[in-house]
């Protein structure tokens, strides 16, 4: 990541921001953490229900309140 410095006025009052700027770097390196599985990515529920070896909820038996 690089920083982009703005710099301006408002109403008489200096002020200045900085911006984080994503790079094509940055993008190389997310896609080499991916490659070597250092990345989480989003699991489903059946994905867990599977790999913990959960029973089916049965669903009669929630509390859907009011």
Do not use: F, Q
């Amino acid at each position: 990541m690089k920083t982009r410095k703005h710099k301006g006025w408002d109403n008489g009052i200096g002020w200045t921001a900085e911006e984080l700027v994503w790079t094509e770097a940055d993008t190389e390196r997310m896609r080499a953490a991916r490659a070597r599985n250092e990345v989480s990515t989003p699991i489903t529920s059946a994905e867990i229900k599977e790999r913990y070896n959960l029973p089916d909820i049965d669903e009669s038996v929630l509390d859907t309140g009011p």
